[in-house]
């Protein structure tokens, strides 16, 4: 159950600011737009000045003027005040040489192991949607501890995603390392409802932190396989005032926010 008041937020304002708080100084981070962009950008402003934001559109260290949010990793905004301007293929090197810390971004679907599904819905040969696909998702999830932000919804937290665009933890336990990923794997998924990890053994979701006003049934409910519940679950702080207000500032308009 939720609580009687109605919360001062939105709630892609609290996947930004939630996500934004796992996010530490001197990480080197691959972002993508959206609450990716704006979690990182939060994050530099109030506890990371050292963090590193990278696009695959090939920019490092980009800079993010409040009120021009970059419509995508290669629209011009994104260079502003950057430290360097690189070929995709030379990011993407980065994350095979270990220089990159964390990836961050979201997808159409999630299953119980933690794999990302941005391709398509349904079935391969008359899918029902078709979707973005990979760009650089799976090099991305193969090479780096990922977070995932997304909305908390039984139709995107599904057992098994009908296409595996960015590998998670695959078939759980040693699956991923089994198939030759030896770096990385899925860090944490924040959603409007809760944060999730991965058991250290099952490497299956798992609900560490719920939301204020959350509980543990609502996010069950909410998600089309079965959850394993931290027996030490705790309630995450709500945004602060500086927190909204600096996200806030970052995409007046309320493009990503809203």
């Known amino acids: 159950m939720t609580t009687e008041t109605t919360p001062s937020y939105t709630a892609s304002e609290l996947l930004a600011v939630m996500s934004g708080r796992i996010l530490t100084d001197g990480q080197v981070v691959f972002a993508g737009v959206g609450i990716p962009l704006l979690a990182a950008t939060l994050a530099q402003r109030l506890h990371g000045p050292g963090l590193t934001i990278l696009f695959e559109g090939g920019t490092i260290g980009a800079f993010v003027k409040p009120g021009e949010l970059p419509p995508s990793t290669n629209e011009q905004r994104c260079t502003r005040r950057a430290n360097m301007l690189l070929g ?15 990836g961050f971004m979201g997808g159409a679907q999630i299953d119980q192991y933690g794999n990302l599904n941005s391709s398509y819905i349904g079935d391969p040969d008359n899918p029902t949607t078709r979707l ?5 998702g799976n090099d991305i999830s193969s090479l780096t501890q ?21 590998p ?10 089994d198939s030759g990923l ?16 991965f058991d250290e053994e099952a490497r299956r979701m798992k609900v560490l932190a719920l939301h204020p006003g959350v509980t543990a049934d609502q996010v069950q409910e909410n998600t089309g ?7 030490q679950v705790r309630v995450t ?9 600096v996200l806030r500032h970052l995409d007046p308009d309320r493009l990503y926010i809203a």
């Not at 995709?88 to 964390?102: A, E, I, N």
């Not at 973005?132 to 650089?136: A, K």
């Not at 933890?169 to 991923?176: A, H, Q, V, Y």
């Not at 702080?237 to 207000?245: F, G, I, M, R, W």
């Open 132 to 136: 973005p696909g990979t760009g650089g």
């Open 168 to 177: 998670g933890f695959l078939r759980g336990r040693t699956s991923r390392r």
């Open 237 to 245: 702080e709500p945004p602060t005032e500086k927190e909204l207000a």
């Open 88 to 102: 995709s293929t030379d990011v993407l090197l980065l994350l095979q040489r270990g220089y990159v810390d964390v």
């Open 225 to 231: 396989f079965e959850l394993l519940i931290d027996p």
């Open 182 to 197: 030896v770096a990385g794997g899925m860090h944490r998924v924040v959603t409007d409802l809760a944060i999730l990890g």
């Open 146 to 166: 990922m977070i995932v932000a997304m909305k908390h919804e039984k139709r995107r937290f599904v057992e098994t995603v009908d296409f595996v665009t960015s």
